[in-house]
């Protein structure tokens, strides 16, 4: 459990695969995005689609960042963009080291089902403009949380 003084942060960002994950390349990315979440008190949940990761990191503000600066230098993936940041009062990801969907992959009787204002990409979204960030975003969570419950 984080402690008090720590301060909860949650970052939200895209980027693109370099080579495209095959189920094993997830499977070995997954393994080790929880193990050193675990180790480093972060939680949060990855969606990948024809090569396009969406990733929702939340923990303490200290180890998040030293993630962020790991992951900015990381070659499996690149244009790394940072859609929205803010303060938290309480992890959205509680249980989850990493929660993870294939966008592409839809559970028994979700076919078809996309979230209300899909989007192939985030690239459109400006940093500057938190409205509308935040309004995909949060549809996005709250997508990926239903079929996560299934």
Same mark, same amino acid.
């Given at each position: 459990?984080?402690?008090?003084?720590?301060?909860?942060?949650?970052?939200?960002?895209?980027?693109? !695969?370099?080579?495209?994950? &095959?189920?094993?390349?997830?499977? !070995?990315?997954? =393994?080790?995005?929880?193990?050193?979440? !675990?180790?480093?008190?972060?939680?949060?949940?990855?969606?990948?689609?024809?090569?396009?990761?969406?990733?929702?990191?939340?923990?303490?503000? =200290?180890?998040?960042? *030293?993630?962020?600066?790991?992951? !900015?230098? &990381?070659?499996?993936?690149?244009?790394?963009?940072?859609?929205? =940041?803010?303060?938290?009062?309480?992890?959205?990801?509680?249980?989850?080291?990493?929660?993870?969907?294939?966008?592409?992959?839809?559970?028994?009787?979700? *076919?078809? =089902?996309?979230?209300?204002?899909?989007?192939?990409?985030?690239?459109?979204? &400006?940093?500057?403009?938190?409205? *509308?960030?935040?309004?995909?975003?949060?549809?996005?969570?709250?997508?990926?949380?239903?079929?996560?419950?299934?």
């Amino acid at each position: 459990m984080t402690p008090p003084h720590d301060t909860l942060l949650s970052i939200i960002y895209s980027s693109q !695969a370099t080579d495209a994950f &095959d189920e094993s390349g997830l499977d !070995a990315l997954l =393994e080790q995005c929880r193990e050193n979440n !675990a180790a480093a008190d972060l939680t949060g949940m990855l969606l990948y689609r024809d090569g396009r990761f969406l990733q929702v990191l939340e923990g303490p503000e =200290e180890p998040l960042r *030293a993630l962020m600066d790991v992951l !900015a230098t &990381d070659e499996r993936h690149t244009g790394l963009r940072v859609l929205f =940041e803010e303060p938290l009062r309480t992890r959205q990801f509680p249980n989850w080291t990493m929660g993870f969907q294939r966008a592409d992959d839809a559970p028994e009787g979700a *076919a078809d =089902e996309e979230p209300i204002g899909y989007r192939s990409t985030f690239d459109d979204l &400006d940093r500057n403009d938190p409205t *509308a960030t935040v309004r995909a975003l949060q549809e996005l969570v709250r997508w990926f949380q239903r079929r996560a419950d299934r």
